[in-house]
Every structure is written in structure tokens, then in C-alpha cells.
């Protein structure tokens, strides 16, 4: 088997390995994986409104895992993409509930370049960091994880205007124009709340992947992330190098946390904890192998489970992540896996 097919063997191998493993569990708690996953897929492709809902929650798991995997082209694991997402999101937002009567192809294009902008100013302190004094972007980005977290608790609560809070915990809605929501898209899916962020994530996997694959930029980031010290000796400048991947992961991040603010909630609220979607959409982009035409195909599978999850009747819900824990530790592991497919090889070789 090529290496190119490999590429798209492991992650399909890992995802029936991963699901097998689960219905294993199943078993061992009683429960019937063969009604458990019948349940889970009809659930998620039984209504046009679950299907809209479907196309709702890839959008910004696509785009987060966009900026992760730009991140470890170069080399860097960065944790950060909550932190990331949810500074996008907070400041999207406040910039939508402050001018709330913008047409709104001006309100979603400021939307967007706040998003990235906020995202990018994030992921920049841990880029200049590890640039200039060395430091772990694993360590940095967590403790910025918990400096943006209760940073925008404080914006919520104490800074943003009481004229656009609902309660001290939530503002109100952002209005129509700044919604992301789109009333044609929500009728044709029986009122889901998919949005024009599944369009915006398609058009970034494209920008995404021409940069890393046909421009020099692209060349040099995944050159810094094979050997600095390489990149350097043949001209490269790996600290700007370095500081600019970051930004670009921590830009795309804060765009898939404006998504998820202003495309499915529609408003801003306080968070107890680092957002679900920065977690899994690390996790997609690890299913994808950090390519980026296979990161929609992950976020699929993903949205599927969470809006398939549940109706999981007696289930809990909470097996669904375990599977999904699974399908990230065959694919972690995948050195078992093509060692498996290159045993089968050199056995049909013979």
C-alpha cells in the first residue's frame, strides 16, 4: 500500500477500530451497541433539521482545526485554540452588540476581521515567547487558556454595557444583521440553526491548503516545523517564521470561536471553563492527520456523533466521547497501524 493511501487508509482503520472498541464497551455495561449506534445515526440523518445541524456544528470544529494543524505544520502543538476561540468570540460579539443597525455584509465582514484579529493577538504572546526566550507553547498556551478565560468573565461582567446585558452572566442577542444565522438556510433546514459559517470554513480549507501547498509562505512554515535549525542555515527567518504560524492558527482559531458565537448562540455569555469546541477541534485535526482536505471529512464524523449522541435512548451520551477517545488514540498510535499495513504488504510481496 502507497504512502499516499496510507494516508487515507489510517484514519478510516482508527475511526471502524475505534467504534468497534466502543461497541465492546457497550457489551461489557449491557448495553446494545448494534440499537445504540442504529439510534445515533438515525438521529443525526433521520430529519433535515438534524442534518442542518449537522453542517451547524462543522463549521467552526473545520476552522479550529484548521489553525491546529498550521500550528503543527511548524511544529508546534498549540493547546491554546480555546483561549483562541472564545477571545474571537467575546469580541466579535461586543463589537456586534455595539452596533447592532450595520448592514450586514459590513457587520459579518468586521465580524470576521475581529474574530481573526483577536484569535491572532492571542496566539502572538506564545509565538514571540517561543521565538525569543525558547519558552514551551504547550505551557504558555494552557496558563493563556486560563488569563483569557477569566479576562473575558471580567469584560462580561464588569466592562460591557448594561444596555446589552440580559443578565450579569449573558448579553441579549446580537440583531439580525450581526446574526450569522440566515433565514433561507434556517427554512430549508426546518429551522436548525445552521449558518454561513459552514461557507466560511470551506472557503478557509481551500485558502488553507493553497497556502501551505503552492505559496513559499506555506513552504517555510512546514520547513521551520521539520528543522529549525535547517530553515535558518538556508535563510529562513525562523522567528518570524515561528511568530507568524502561531498568529495564523491562534487568527483561525478566534474566526471558528466567532462562528460558534454568532452562528449558533447569537449572543455572549460567561464560560466556567475552556470551550469544547477548542478540544475537539484539535481532535479533528488529529483525525485528519493535519491535512486540510481531510479536516471536513473529520468534522463530519464529529458533528455527527455530538448531534447523533443524542438520541442514544438508554445510552448515555457520555460513551460517545469515549469512542471518540478511542478513534484519537488508534490514530495517535498509527505507527501500530501502518506497521500492520506494510506486514500485509511485504506478506502479498512474497
Excluded at 494543524?69 to 511548524?74: G, H, I, N, P
Excluded at 485554540?81 to 455595539?98: E, H, K, R, T, Y
Excluded at 459579518?108 to 483577536?118: E, K, N, S, W
Excluded at 505551557?139 to 487558556?145: A, E, F, H, L, R
Aim: contains cysteine.
Amino acid at each position: 500500500m502507497s504512502k499516499q493511501t496510507q494516508r487515507w487508509a489510517v484514519p478510516l482503520i482508527a475511526v471502524f477500530l475505534g467504534m468497534l472498541l466502543g461497541a465492546v464497551l457497550m457489551l461489557i455495561f449491557g448495553y446494545n451497541p448494534f440499537w445504540a449506534y442504529n439510534d445515533l445515526l438515525y438521529t443525526a440523518f433521520g430529519s433535515i433539521k438534524n442534518i442542518g445541524e449537522i453542517f451547524r456544528a462543522m463549521g467552526p470544529l473545520i476552522l479550529i482545526a484548521l489553525g491546529f494543524s498550521v500550528a503543527s505544520k511548524a511544529g508546534f502543538f498549540n493547546i491554546g485554540l480555546p483561549g483562541q476561540a472564545l477571545i474571537g468570540w467575546v469580541m466579535a460579539g461586543w463589537f456586534a452588540l455595539s452596533f447592532p443597525d450595520l448592514p450586514k455584509p459590513i457587520s459579518v465582514l468586521c465580524t470576521i476581521v475581529i474574530g481573526l484579529v483577536a484569535g491572532g493577538l492571542a496566539a502572538a504572546v506564545p509565538g514571540i515567547l517561543r521565538a525569543y526566550l525558547g519558552t514551551s507553547e504547550v505551557i504558555v498556551t494552557i496558563m493563556m487558556n486560563y488569563i483569557i478565560l477569566y479576562s473575558t468573565q471580567y469584560l462580561i461582567q464588569d466592562v460591557f454595557s448594561d444596555s446589552i446585558m440580559r443578565t450579569t452572566e449573558a448579553t441579549i442577542k446580537v440583531s439580525q444583521n450581526a446574526s450569522y444565522q440566515i433565514e433561507w438556510l434556517s427554512n430549508l433546514t426546518d429551522h436548525s440553526r445552521i449558518n454561513i459559517g459552514i461557507f466560511i470554513a470551506l472557503i478557509a480549507v481551500v485558502i488553507v491548503w493553497f497556502m501551505m501547498k503552492k505559496t513559499t509562505l506555506g513552504y517555510e512554515i512546514t520547513s521551520v516545523g521539520i528543522n529549525p535549525h535547517a530553515s535558518e542555515y538556508a535563510g529562513m527567518p525562523s522567528k518570524r517564521l515561528i511568530i507568524m504560524s502561531m498568529v495564523i492558527s491562534g487568527a483561525i482559531a478566534g474566526l471558528g470561536g466567532t462562528v460558534e458565537g454568532l452562528g449558533t448562540f447569537e449572543n455572549v455569555y460567561t464560560q466556567t471553563s475552556s470551550l469544547s469546541i477548542g478540544w475537539d477541534g484539535m481532535a479533528v485535526s488529529l483525525l485528519a492527520i493535519n491535512n486540510a482536505i481531510g479536516i471536513p471529512f473529520a468534522a463530519f464524523l464529529y458533528a455527527v456523533l455530538s448531534v447523533g449522541k443524542t438520541g442514544m435512548i438508554g445510552v448515555p451520551s457520555e460513551i460517545v466521547d469515549v469512542i471518540s477517545a478511542f478513534i484519537i488514540f488508534f490514530v495517535g498510535s498509527d505507527y501500530i497501524i501502518r506497521r500492520f499495513l506494510n506486514s500485509k504488504k511485504v506478506e502479498g510481496g512474497k
